[in-house]
Every structure is written in structure tokens, then in C-alpha cells.
């Protein structure tokens, strides 16, 4: 029963940060606020230029990455709000999909509110500091690919499929 509990422990800190987000979720949807919130983000964006839009939504997802570490909260939260928004100002769901892929992926090799990384490292005996300066230039390096990629998942309209 020891075993269970600890094993379970480990698990209930992920199901409350996806229920946490789907509360989140509600209660945008309930309150009547993603809709208006997607048109007046659509209207302040929609003369951007598309590269800038999808540049823009990369980096948003890397910064709620780093504030909502986990894979599956951190898409229940942003998804739903990315892809209609998507849509609105003519970029392809797949690359607003990929956007959070490359920021998910990126992030978990970085962030100290990725719980993975932390548990490897205190187990390795490495600290975060240390870890974070030696391998900063190839998160710098993916971050610049994953930019360029979005990019020219844009330009060639990547999806749907």
C-alpha cells in the first residue's frame, strides 16, 4: 500500500495541472470570454503579415511552457484558443499545432518548471544552473530551427491533412 501511495503521488500533481487547465477552459467558454477574446485578437493581428502572426504564436507557447510545464495541460489550455485563432487569420491549424510541438519539445530540455528534467537532474546530482549554461546553445540553436521551420510551414501552407 506504501508503494501504491508514492507511486500514486507522482501521478495526482499531473492530473491536477490538466484539470486545472480544463477548469481554465470552462470557465473561459462558460463566461462567454474565448470568443470575444479570439475576435479582438484576430482584429488587432489580422493586417500583420502571416510569418509575424506565426512567430508570434510560437513564441507565445514557449512562454506558457514555461509557466505550465506539463505536455497535455499546457495543450488543453492554449489549443483550444490557438486553432480557431488559427483560422481567423489564415494560418493553417497544422501550423499552430506544430508551433506548440516545437515549444512543448524545446522547453522540457530547459525550463526548471519542467518536473522530468528537475527529477533527472537531482538524480544525475547535476544543478539546474549547471546544466542550463552547457546546454543553452543548442536550445538557442533548435529554438532558431523550430522559428525557421514554423516560418516555412507557413509559407507553404503546411496541411490539413
Sequence with gaps: MKNFTSGS????S??????VS???LVVLNQGHIVDPMLHGVSEAIKHVPGTISVIGMYGFQTVIH???ASGSGHAMLTMPIMAPLADLVDITRQTAVLS????????NIIFPTA??????LAIAGIPWTKWAKWVLPLVIIQFVIGLIAVVIAHAIHYGPF
Excluded: H, V
Excluded at 14 to 19: S, T, V
Excluded at 100 to 107: L, M, N
Design 22 to 24: 480544463r477548469a481554465t
Design 66 to 68: 514555461f509557466i505550465l
Design 14 to 19: 499531473g492530473a491536477l495541472i490538466i484539470g
Design 100 to 107: 506548440f510541438s516545437f515549444a512543448d519539445g524545446i522547453g
Design 115 to 120: 518536473g522530468t528534467l528537475m527529477a533527472a
Design 9 to 12: 503521488a507522482a501521478l495526482i
